[in-house]
């Protein structure tokens, strides 16, 4: 947090910008064209952060620069005159909960305000980590699998880095893990009332901070047919089935109206195939300075294989004991490839609405994060037999060295 300069998370500006304007306006209501404070403004331009007609600054795919200019301070009515548009325009869940850290520093200058607020999003990190280590314990029952998960979970440096700034994603990747972790309490004690309410009210507070929430609906939707009962499994079926047919039946579930190009599936996924396979995957483990610069090769390399190995082992174990690890594993895989096909679609069918492709960044799978890490312990790990907790013990000191290599990649490229 202290380490990645202002404005140099995903899109901070722009949460801060809304952030900044719900409070110094005391509205949820934000102006569609103005809502870009002055203050702001000044410090993106010293900053070399303001985008130009192309969403690009200074910084975009340019990893040679640098600016370490001190922002000024700026007069309180600098915060209220409006020069232009930059709010992200997201619900307003996250930056209500962030407000509180906002009024603290409230007689602080720019880069005060935006550290106290950062402070929020850590600790919001630091939640999603305590959750993984629950989800831990409630498949395996043991301190050191829970623990492990909780490490490989909390150190996933995108997670960090996404973590070091102003960004609703922050929330809803939590509120997503407490509702997996609902879930896997269905999938071991049944289905209970309290259940449902629960995920009814996350799902509504999901909604409120990042609309991408809908697309982990099904899933657990299936989860709550299945623990109601497990003759209900065809309607479960049904329930992860559902949001692909009303993606290829061209339900009105995208956001604008119609009127852009109009690709097929398979003339999409050619197109969108290689930047999933080159692009996509490198930042979801860390792409820092504005989409400029990701982790060194070697590491992503390892990186890479690892995970083959681990999806190895997770496919082995679908063939071994069927018991609640077993259980969890396949919920894990369908909620992860549900969770990422709907992602996919969704996508294509903004491109058709549009005209352009909103594009797929890594982070966005980190509303499945818990899911995703627990298919590589569970892999990893079972491929040590009777060893488990060695392998285990081992993935998590990896993730830990590899967010150190993280750490110092993003201090070399700003300092």
């Known amino acids: 947090m202290i380490v990645v300069p202002v404005f140099q998370t995903p899109d901070e500006q722009a949460h801060f910008a809304q952030l ?11 102006h569609p064209d103005k809502n870009l404070s002055l203050e702001i403004a000044t410090a993106e331009e010293i900053l ?5 007609e192309f969403g690009n600054n200074k910084y975009t795919y340019h990893p040679e620069y640098k600016n370490n200019s001190p922002i000024p301070s700026l007069s309180i009515s600098s915060r209220i005159t409006y020069v232009g548009k930059e709010a992200a325009m997201y619900p307003p869940l ?16 720019l880069a005060g305000r935006i550290y106290l607020v950062r402070f929020w999003s850590a600790v919001l990190v630091l939640l999603l980590t305590v959750t993984a280590y629950k989800v831990g314990k409630i498949i395996w029952e043991d301190e050191i699998m829970a623990i492990s998960l909780a490490g490989i ?3 996933q440096p995108m997670i960090s880095f996404v ?3 102003t960004h609703p994603d922050n929330l809803v990747n939590l509120i997503s893990s407490v509702m997996i972790l609902i879930c896997l309490l269905v999938l071991k004690n049944g289905l209970r009332l309290r259940h449902i309410i629960l995920l009814a009210l996350l799902a509504w507070l999901g909604i409120q901070t990042k609309q991408t929430i809908f697309l982990l609906l099904p899933p657990l939707a299936a989860i709550v047919a299945y623990g109601w009962s497990k003759k209900l499994w065809p309607i479960a079926v049904v329930l992860l089935a559902l949001p692909i047919a009303a993606f290829a039946g061209r339900w009105p579930i995208v956001y ?7 690709p097929g599936l398979a003339e999409y996924a050619k197109f969108r195939g290689n930047k999933l396979l080159f692009e996509m995957w490198p930042w979801f483990w860390g792409v820092f300075k504005w989409l400029g610069v990701v982790l060194p090769r070697l ?10 190995i681990s999806l190895i082992g997770a496919t082995l174990r679908l063939f071994q004991k069927r018991d609640f690890e077993f259980k969890t594993l396949v919920f894990f895989l369908l909620s992860a490839t549900s969770y990422g096909l709907y992602l996919f679609l969704w996508d294509w069918r903004l491109m058709q609405s549009v005209g352009y492709s909103h594009g797929l960044q890594g982070r966005y799978l980190f509303v499945v994060i818990v899911p995703i890490m627990g298919i590589f312990l569970t892999g990893f790990s079972s491929l040590f037999g009777r060893f488990k907790k060695v392998g285990a013990v081992l993935l998590a000191i990896g993730m830990i ?3 150190l290599l993280a750490l110092r990649t993003v201090w070399l490229s700003y300092y």
């Open 299 to 308: 590491p992503m390399q390892i990186v890479t294989r690892v995970a083959g």
């Open 94 to 109: 996250y930056y209500l909960t962030a407000a509180p850290f906002y009024l603290l520093g409230y007689n602080l200058d």
């Open 401 to 403: 060295v590899l967010n």
């Open 163 to 165: 973590g070091a700034g």
């Open 48 to 52: 070399g952060t303001r985008r130009d």
């Open 20 to 30: 900044s304007y719900m409070v110094e306006n005391k509205t949820l209501n934000i």
């Open 153 to 155: 979970v909390g150190f």
């Open 256 to 262: 604008m109206p119609a009127g852009g190009t109009d």
